[in-house]
């Protein structure tokens, strides 16, 4: 599973398609103890943006105790140089960061606070190793600046810090420890040192803990009462004062930690920030500065609790867009509020301008709306002087004035970009697809004439406000031309193949902490192929060959339809190569039987789908046989209830993974069979799903994950909708009936934050497209227009970016493969956007070219 941290991660090395972040282009500010060969006898390896120095012949315990040197940028190649002597000297494994740049974007505002120190690391192979190297480099290093390693002992005054951990590469996070008994734990990844309750604590260490137990010698004149938010820089905690009993907000800030593009660390911008609310003393749209403290190092801003709602919160909340319906219902009101608080925001802005300030972010969540309806500015950070022309070392483009604007320009720049997000909150990459943006304002809201032209002038760059040449146009037509759209979208995804590269040959969304594009059916290249092959587009031999060769090649393949061989089998079948396609279900034979997972996409329930189709175009009976006996087993699991929720992990739901995708095996078995209980059984299955369900008061069916109310194919209620038309084709029921009509009303969606297929707008078009009728094509031909909100241009072309909007991606589940699915779904009739969607496409000519 990703955290916005991964996709952080993957957004750093290319600025417009997801990327791996080694990949940063770092070579000249390459470490020279990384770059110098080691002497004989040492094996060099690299592993993210580390490089690892190993004696020949020695390798790593599973576990120990690691010893990380924290510095900054600055004393990087000192420590650098000083540690690998020392690790060469006494033989003993480090783990070193590359480059300057690389620790920077470790430790940058949005790195993972938990890893942010960990530039240098040595495995000593005992505790007299670990006295020892922690003596001599205490000696060469001691009192090194640099960020303390949450989770860590700090020695003395640092920068040295030890803990105890699974000897895997830094950039791993799935590490368990092992207890005397032989038991698996998960490695302790919190921010306070704990050491494992089996384990001695070395005599070393004691003072260490010693210190770290200690009373503190000072304490805040506050009470902490929960943390707000957490980041690598520090915390924002609501807190409450010992004397008054008043509430305020501590805004905390680590020394040397969230270093930013002007390479400024925390403590930096929370003192900025301080003389900023001293400047702007008085004015009642933003805090009271109540205090400035410093404890243990850490710095401490003591500011005026605001009693309110974030704008974010508030403008969710308030947003019409969720349906036609309610939009044309409340579109007025929404626009008349809407309208005040940016006049509201407008003179606030201009307040500040008087006391010599402006602002270079202005993001929703940190505007607090007061229960009174007055606005209130709650991060001070970006205020700068009024002739500063920079932009601001945080934040995007979303909420960001850029370089070159300085005073009332960039306030403007900023007021005109929450007015975009305020009437359509889609994360906005500059102005190439604004014309469409703006249009769309224009018609969805009452508002004043001129409103949205003034808007695209407003954001467009100087000198660029005439007719432009967008991609997305493509979709806005009257009467859009598929031949046109297809072909751009298909040269837009072939402009980013790279099949000179092993670890992918398309981008996609990452899909774990270390994982991106690869060879799979979801997020893969498997997909890409597969989206192509089914609109008539050119495979050419060369990404063919890359995919079966990246399938051959790992080491430990999943057996899964959408994360593993048997969907990378599919396509290679579907593209010609039976014989490839047969090797890799033979491969993962033993693993499919193994599966656990109920689910469609990596589970049970698609492996044995796509057992089904192999037998029946190979008359392998075995396959068929392996398929039912997975299935009966699932009966046996949908009967005993809703499938469980694994340890770490909530309980499976909806297409991909609960009892949508499970319903469309035993509804294959049942058309195959006429067995009336693969029909029960079915109708149980989905039942799981459609009992999370419930019709919002805009008339939306969505289905609750167990904190969101979802309407999207992945895990939401459209993509119960395949599964609940086939039940109905063979078992009628007038309510089930009436809950697959407001499904296809829930993906008529005005407002849909991603495009993708599997959580997006595509997906939804999908469902349209095939379960819709007559009436439909309407509404399908509306939610193609709105397509274009999404759209952006690569090399010229039709592309679309993967989840969260943050790059470009190609492949099927979030990315422009998806797109081009749905579409040619929605243009030409081409069946099932995935696999198995209608249970009785299991044929030989199943996902061919139609």
């Known amino acids: 599973m990703t955290t916005l941290h991964d996709h952080d991660r993957f957004s750093l090395a290319d600025p417009v398609l997801f990327e791996l972040p080694e990949n940063l282009p770092d070579d000249g500010e390459r470490l020279a103890a990384v770059t110098r060969e080691p002497p004989p006898g040492w094996t060099r390896t690299a592993h993210g943006w580390w490089v690892r120095l190993r004696p020949d012949g020695t390798g790593l315990p599973g576990q120990g105790w690691k010893i990380h040197v924290s510095v900054t940028p600055a004393d990087l190649p000192r420590a650098a140089e000083a540690v690998r002597d020392h690790a060469l000297r006494h033989g003993m494994t480090v783990d070193l960061i590359r480059s300057v740049a690389a620790a920077r974007a470790l430790n940058g505002v949005r790195a993972d606070r938990l890893t942010s120190g960990d530039l240098l690391i040595l495995h000593p192979t005992d505790d007299t190793a670990l006295a020892r190297s922690l003596d001599e480099l205490t000696a060469l290093l001691d009192g090194t600046p640099g960020p303390y390693v949450l989770g860590a002992l700090r020695h003395r005054s640092g920068p040295l810090h030890v803990r105890y951990a699974a000897s895997a590469t830094p950039d791993r996070t799935d590490r368990t420890l092992r207890t005397p008994a032989g038991t698996l734990v998960p490695e302790d990844r919190r921010p306070l040192f704990r050491c494992p309750d089996w384990l001695p604590l070395p005599d070393v260490l004691r003072p260490a803990l010693a210190a770290l137990h200690a009373p503190p010698t000072g304490e805040l004149p506050f009470h902490v009462r929960r943390a707000l938010r957490l980041t690598n820089g520090g915390g924002t905690y609501l807190a409450t004062d010992r004397e008054t009993g008043a509430r305020v907000v501590l805004r905390e800030a680590r020394p040397h930690a969230a270093l930013d593009r002007h390479g400024e660390d925390a403590v930096t911008r929370l003192v900025r920030e301080r003389a900023a609310l001293a400047r702007l003393a008085g004015l009642d749209c933003v805090p009271r500065l109540l205090g400035h403290h410093v404890l243990g190092e850490h710095h401490f801003l003591a500011v005026e609790h605001i009693a309110g709602t974030s704008l974010a919160e508030a403008a969710a909340r308030a947003l019409p867009l969720t349906s036609e319906e309610r939009a044309e219902k409340e579109a007025p009101a929404y626009a008349t509020w809407a309208l005040a608080v940016l006049d509201d925001l407008g003179r606030a802005l201009r307040r500040l301008h008087t006391r010599g300030l402006r602002l270079g972010e202005l993001d929703p969540k940190d505007v607090i709306v007061r229960p009174d309806g007055r606005l209130v500015l709650i991060a001070l950070t970006t205020a700068t002087g009024l002739t500063d022309d920079r932009a601001p070392a945080l934040g995007g483009p979303g909420h960001t004035a850029p370089d070159g604007l300085r005073g009332a320009d960039a306030t403007a720049h900023l007021l005109n970009l929450l007015r975009l997000w305020l009437f359509l909150p889609l994360p906005y990459d500059g102005p190439a697809g604004l014309r469409t943006l703006t249009t769309a304002v224009d018609r969805t809201y009452p508002l004043p004439p001129g409103f ?321 009728g007559p009436g439909d094509a309407a509404a399908v031909r509306t939610q193609i227009h709105r397509l274009a909100w999404h759209a952006r241009s690569y090399r010229g072309h039709l592309a679309f970016p993967g989840f969260r909007s943050a790059r470009l991606a190609a492949d099927l589940a979030t990315g422009s493969a998806g797109v081009l699915l749905a579409l040619s779904s929605a243009f030409e009739g081409t069946g099932p956007v995935l696999p198995y969607l209608d249970p009785r496409t299991l044929s030989g000519t199943e996902g061919e070219r139609r």
């Open 452 to 772: 949205g032209t003034a808007l695209f002038t407003g954001l467009s760059p100087a000198g660029r406000t005439g007719p432009h040449d967008h991609p997305a146009d493509l979709l806005t037509a009257p009467e859009p031309h598929w031949p046109a759209i297809r072909d751009s979208l298909v040269a837009g995804i072939h402009a980013m193949a790279t099949p000179g590269r092993a670890d992918r040959l398309f981008p996609g969304t990452p899909t774990g902490p270390a994982a991106i594009g690869g060879p799979a059916l979801a997020y893969g290249a498997a997909g890409v192929l597969h989206s192509l092959h089914r609109v008539g587009a050119e495979v050419p031999e060369e990404y063919t060959a890359w995919l079966i060769a990246a399938a051959r090649r790992d080491p430990a393949p999943r057996p899964g339809l959408h994360d593993g061989l048997h969907g990378i089998a599919l396509t290679l079948d579907q593209l010609g190569h039976r014989e490839h396609a047969l090797e890799l279900l033979d491969r993962v034979r033993a693993a499919a039987a193994e599966v656990t997972c109920p689910g469609l996409a990596n589970g049970a329930a698609g492996i044995a789908l796509n057992q089904l189709r192999f037998a029946r175009v190979t008359a392998d009976a075995s396959l068929r046989d392996e398929a039912v006996r997975a299935a009966e087993k699932l009966a046996d699991r949908v009967a005993a209830g809703p499938p469980a929720a694994r340890p770490g992990e909530p309980a499976p739901y909806g297409l991909l993974h609960g009892g949508a995708g499970i319903a469309l095996l035993f509804l294959r078995l049942y058309e195959e069979t006429r067995a009336p209980h693969w029909l029960d059984a079915a109708g149980i299955a989905l039942g799981h799903d459609l009992d999370r369900c419930a019709v919002g008061a805009d008339g939306h069916l969505t289905l609750f994950d167990g904190t969101h109310r979802l309407p999207y194919l992945h895990g939401g209620s459209i993509g119960l909708a395949f599964a609940l038309r086939h039940l109905l084709a063979h078992r009628p029921d007038p309510e089930r009936a009436a809950t697959l009509r407001t499904l296809l009303h829930t993906c008529r969606a005005l407002y849909v934050r991603n495009s993708g297929l599997v959580r997006g707008r595509a997906g939804g078009i999908a469902a349209l497209a095939a379960l819709g």
